[in-house]
């Protein structure tokens, strides 16, 4: 079935963008303007930030639905008395015996959900009941030896396998647990000191020891971007949030709590830096979760904790980095999602809300509020499956004003990210009704990269018909120097053509080039050159794909090419998970499957000059199978034409369901 010549550059990824020519500017928008000695004159003492009620500020509290409030207490109460799941050597190992990372995983972040519902329900109830099972918890997490995951450890010096304890280093979900062990002990106060204050005690030496002192001191963690050799991504503002949190609710010493946030501050101007002017996420907005909604969490501590004088929400790149999620919208829970992103999506309500409030965007706030009730948001207890309560807290006060908001539905017409290549065109405004387009340029280092310069999706009345396939469940070999051995990261299970053989090739590099967008009232039109994302084993001299959108009716795959030799046929894939129907020939209908089908697509292709042959995926990936279902069909379209410079066209035409 993969019996296709490919040419593999082997680059050693740790799912970054490679860092190489990347466009940086010197925008500064945190520490550019403001000194370490200014922000130690409106830095909150740590005694007067109180960004959230504790365990003793009752009515405060009270602001939660009772029938909220008793979840949370049941919750708690179901781990009453139980045991704290163990985490074996033997099982950190798996990941470079076998390269599983999911049963430690999820050992790990069971331990820190189980202590944020203990958090909660105590907070909710106070009566002292779950203090007990919450220092074990507590107690459980700080004798771990590691409090990040197998398949970060590899930073340290001695490499990856068991952790060595005499050098922490910094990954997310060591940052996680931080920030837990810090909002714990922050919301708790002293009811921890019923137990024993060696408690409280413990949190502190442990939280620096393991997050404070490490990332003060050392400037060599690459998520940082001091050193540049790599370029950032959402771990800088996802990192950075829970390092200010535990700085800002932990750190003792007043000269060390300023250097410390001074220092996030560099750090996060690194990530701002390198963000396109149009706000767009090159991971995807399933990573925009924790890319630029990882960067609001950080605002909002930094603006809280100087009341006010922090304050970017007026930049226009702050605002376009928050409106990124609904513009790569369809509808229900499917988004755009190019790279490592999943084609179904449930984002932070509440955070999407409180965002779109900061930045004045009603769309955006209006969208949170739809999300928040598609979500049930406020009907039941939950708690982030790594323990986070920094997002939980705020969405808990804003329960009562979230259900007294107005929804709104982001159906935008058009949406064009320059920075990334990316465009987006439906069929009408405010409704989902016909044809939704996405396509990409951009080059092969993206972060979380797949080879897809040129890739596109189609949708019919919102449902998916031509999809990008996204990601299967992390393992080792998915940032390693086997990534681009995984079927779904090759350009020919995107919807992209092999040429002589050849697929596209990752790296920087290999990109697109003379690209072009224009969009109108009826239609919206793409253009790029794709040759230079193949290696030049494949003769590809250009490769010039137009996307034409007739909105309402029909998208038009036009391709003009020329080639230096001919090696092979040609062979364009196009992957569906839709039922296929090739009873008319050159025609093939893409049937939704869904009972009540709704509208289909419907390709047409010259047979003539092109055979048509469905491959069968069946899906066994736990995580794909939860986006697409039990099968993906891969389309391929084989040319019998060997000439040089030719060009085809192929349309997708709208079938309605009525």
């Known amino acids: 079935m993969r019996e296709i010549r490919i040419a593999l550059v082997l680059?050693?990824?740790?799912?970054?963008?490679?860092?190489?020519?990347?466009?940086?500017?010197?925008?500064?928008?945190?520490?550019?303007?403001?000194?370490?000695?200014?922000?130690?004159?409106?830095?909150?003492?740590?005694?007067?930030?109180?960004?959230?009620?504790?365990?003793?500020?009752?009515?405060?509290?009270?602001?939660?639905?009772?029938?909220?409030?008793a979840e949370y207490v049941r919750g708690a109460e179901r781990l009453l008395g139980t045991t704290w799941p163990p985490l074996p050597a033997s099982v950190f190992l798996e990941y470079v015996r076998n390269g599983n990372r999911s049963n430690f995983e999820r050992i790990s972040f069971e331990r820190r959900a189980r202590?944020?519902?203990?958090?909660?329900?105590?907070?909710?109830?106070?009566?002292?009941?779950?203090?007990?099972?919450?220092?074990?918890?507590?107690?459980?997490?700080?004798?771990?030896?590691?409090?990040?995951?197998?398949?970060?450890?590899?930073?340290?010096?001695?490499?990856?396998?068991?952790?060595?304890?005499?050098?922490?280093?910094?990954?997310?979900?060591?940052?996680?647990?931080?920030?837990?062990?810090?909002w714990t002990t922050y919301l708790l106060g002293n009811r921890l000191d019923r137990i024993s204050p060696l408690i409280d005690d413990r949190i502190h030496v442990e939280v620096d020891r393991r997050i404070l002192t490490p990332n003060l001191e050392r400037d060599d963690f690459w998520w940082m971007g001091f050193r540049r050799?790599?370029?950032?991504?959402?771990?800088?503002?996802?990192?950075?949030?829970?390092?200010?949190?535990?700085?800002?609710?932990?750190?003792?010493?007043?000269?060390?709590?300023?250097?410390?946030?001074?220092?996030?501050?560099?750090?996060?101007?690194?990530?701002?830096?390198?963000?396109?002017?149009?706000?767009?996420?090159?991971?995807?907005?399933?990573?925009?979760?924790?890319?630029?909604?990882?960067?609001?969490?950080?605002?909002?501590?930094?603006?809280?904790?100087?009341?006010?004088?922090?304050?970017?929400?007026?930049?226009?790149?702050?605002?376009?980095?928050?409106?990124?999620?609904?513009?790569?919208?369809?509808?229900?829970?499917?988004?755009?999602?190019?790279?490592?992103?999943?084609?179904r999506l449930n984002p932070e309500a509440g955070l999407i809300y409180r965002y779109g409030k900061r930045i004045r965007d009603p769309i955006m706030a209006g969208f949170g509020v739809l999300l928040a009730r598609r979500q049930n948001l406020g009907d039941e207890a939950r708690v982030a499956r790594t323990g986070s309560l920094g997002r939980l807290l705020p969405d808990l006060l804003l329960d009562r004003e979230l259900r007294a908001a107005s929804p709104v539905e982001p159906l935008l017409r058009d949406a064009w990210f320059p920075g990334l290549q990316v465009m987006v065109a439906r069929s009408f405004a405010d409704s989902t009704k016909g044809l939704y387009l996405a396509a990409k340029g951009g080059h092969n280092a993206e972060s979380h990269n797949h080879n897809d310069v040129g890739n596109f999706i189609v949708y019919a009345d919102g449902r998916p018909a031509l999809i990008d396939v996204g990601v299967e469940t992390y393992t080792r070999k998915t940032f390693s120097n086997e990534r681009y051995e995984i079927w779904t990261m090759?350009?020919?299970?995107?919807?992209?053509?092999?040429?002589?053989?050849?697929?596209?090739?990752?790296?920087?590099?290999?990109?697109?080039r003379d690209v072009s967008y224009k969009a109108d009232e009826s239609t919206a039109v793409f253009s790029l050159d794709i040759a230079g994302a193949y290696?030049?084993?494949?003769?590809?001299?250009?490769?010039?794909?137009?996307?034409?959108?007739?909105?309402?009716?029909?998208?038009?795959?036009?391709?003009?090419?020329?080639?230096?030799?001919?090696?092979a046929p040609l062979s364009l894939s196009l992957m569906t998970p839709r039922r296929i129907d090739m009873t008319t020939p050159?025609?093939?209908?893409?049937?939704?499957?869904?009972?009540?089908?709704?509208?289909?697509?419907?390709?047409?292709?010259?047979?003539?000059?092109?055979?048509?042959t469905p491959e069968d995926i069946p899906v066994t990936d736990s995580r794909l199978k939860s986006v697409w279902g039990e099968r993906i069909t891969r389309i391929l379209l084989m040319s019998n034409s060997r000439d040089l410079q030719g060009g085809y066209t192929l349309s997708f035409e709208y079938t309605s369901a009525e």
Not at 116 to 128: I, R
Not at 150 to 157: D, T, Y
Request: aromatic share 10%.
């Open 115 to 182: 202590l944020a519902t203990l958090v909660m329900g105590e907070v909710f109830e106070n009566k002292g009941r779950f203090l007990d099972d919450i220092a074990n918890g507590i107690w459980a997490i700080c004798e771990e030896s590691y409090w990040g995951v197998p398949a970060h450890v590899g930073v340290q010096r001695r490499g990856s396998g068991l952790p060595d304890v005499t050098e922490p280093t910094v990954d997310l979900f060591a940052a996680e647990t931080g920030s837990l062990l810090a």
């Open 229 to 343: 050799e790599r370029e950032v991504n959402n771990w800088n503002p996802w990192i950075n949030s829970n390092w200010l949190t535990t700085v800002l609710v932990l750190e003792q010493n007043p000269a060390r709590r300023v250097r410390a946030v001074h220092k996030i501050m560099r750090s996060l101007d690194n990530f701002l830096d390198v963000y396109p002017d149009d706000g767009g996420c090159d991971e995807g907005p399933g990573y925009w979760g924790r890319a630029g909604a990882s960067l609001f969490d950080c605002l909002e501590l930094l603006h809280g904790a100087t009341d006010g004088a922090i304050d970017l929400y007026g930049q226009p790149l702050i605002q376009r980095i928050g409106q990124y999620i609904y513009k790569v919208y369809i509808r229900d829970d499917y988004y755009i999602n190019f790279a490592d992103a999943s084609g």
């Open 535 to 567: 290696p030049a084993e494949a003769g590809v001299e250009s490769w010039v794909r137009t996307l034409h959108f007739v909105r309402g009716k029909r998208v038009e795959l036009r391709e003009k090419y020329s080639l230096s030799r001919f090696l």
């Open 586 to 612: 050159g025609r093939i209908l893409l049937a939704d499957p869904r009972p009540g089908a709704g509208a289909g697509v419907a390709i047409v292709y010259d047979t003539a000059l092109f055979k048509a």
């Open 490 to 512: 090759q350009s020919a299970y995107h919807n992209l053509p092999t040429i002589n053989g050849f697929m596209q090739m990752n790296g920087r590099g290999f990109r697109a």
């Open 11 to 69: 680059l050693i990824l740790i799912g970054l963008s490679s860092g190489m020519g990347v466009s940086r500017q010197q925008r500064s928008l945190l520490a550019g303007r403001m000194t370490e000695r200014e922000l130690g004159a409106v830095l909150l003492p740590r005694g007067q930030w109180r960004p959230f009620p504790t365990v003793e500020d009752r009515e405060a509290w009270n602001i939660v639905s009772g029938h909220l409030r």
